[in-house]
Every structure is written in C-alpha cells, then in structure tokens.
Nanobody, 129 residues
Framework: QVQVVESGGGSVQAGGSLTLSCSVS????????MAWFRQVPGKQREGVAV????????YAESAKGRFSVSKDNAKKNTILLQMNSLKPEDTDMYYC??????????????????????WGQGTQVTVSS
C-alpha cells in the first residue's frame, strides 16, 4: 500500500520562508517522480514542482525563482520543497504525490495532476500580509 505523508506547513508572514517535506512508502522513488501541487477549495489542483530520483526537476512558472524542490539525502524516498519570498497568494493546501514520470509529455502536462495517482492528505501554508 502506497502512503504519502506531507509535513512542514504553517503560518508565515509575507517575505518569509517555509520548507515542506514529503515521504513516500510502498512505492520506490527510483521508479517514478514525486511532485508538489497546490489547491484552494473549489479550485482545480495545480502543479508546483516535480522531481525524479536523479534530481531532474521542473517547475510551474509561478514557482520559478522562489521555490526549490530537492531530494532529502538524509531520508529515503523523501523530497523537500523550499519556499522563499512567500506571498499571500501562495496561501493554499499543498499536496505531494508520486507516480510514473512524464518527462516525454509537454511542459504543461508534466505537472498535470491527472498524471499522478498517489496522494497525501496535504499540508496547509498560510502567508499573511
């Protein structure tokens, strides 16, 4: 059984930073990609960043330059999302997912939630102005 667990969310003032962590069990990271998504209730889930076990990554335009996805080399099957210069519009529930990589897809589809089947419960990020 695949389990995905996110942690690290919280409340921060604009301009601050947070680091989210995601750990997966029951699915070998070496066989796929792990990704971060965000979602406000009532809106579609959208991709933030994706990474494979070799460290190849891709970002949504809104995340480039401020967010960084990486493998946690201290923990197996774990990735991090370093979020800097946070803005109030970054407030969302952030979800982690794992599935087969879609590097052959178009840039718009690489971070489509439709390509990911295993999800965590999410961690809330709230940025106040």
């Amino acid at each position: 059984q695949v389990q995905v667990v996110e942690s690290g969310g919280g409340s921060v003032q604009a301009g601050g930073s947070l680091t989210l962590s995601c750990s997966v069990s029951g699915y070998r990271f070496s066989s796929g990609c792990m990704a971060w998504f965000r979602q406000v209730p009532g809106k579609q889930r959208e991709g933030v960043a994706v990474i494979d076990s070799d460290g190849n990554s891709a970002y949504a335009e809104s995340a480039k330059g401020r967010f960084s996805v990486s493998k946690d080399n201290a923990k197996k099957n774990t990735i991090l999302l370093q979020m800097n210069s946070l803005k109030p519009e970054d407030t969302d529930m952030y979800y982690c997912s794992i599935d087969l990589c879609g590097w052959a897809l178009s840039p718009a589809d690489i971070l489509s939630p439709n390509g990911f089947g295993y999800w965590g419960q999410g961690t809330q990020v709230t940025v106040s102005s």
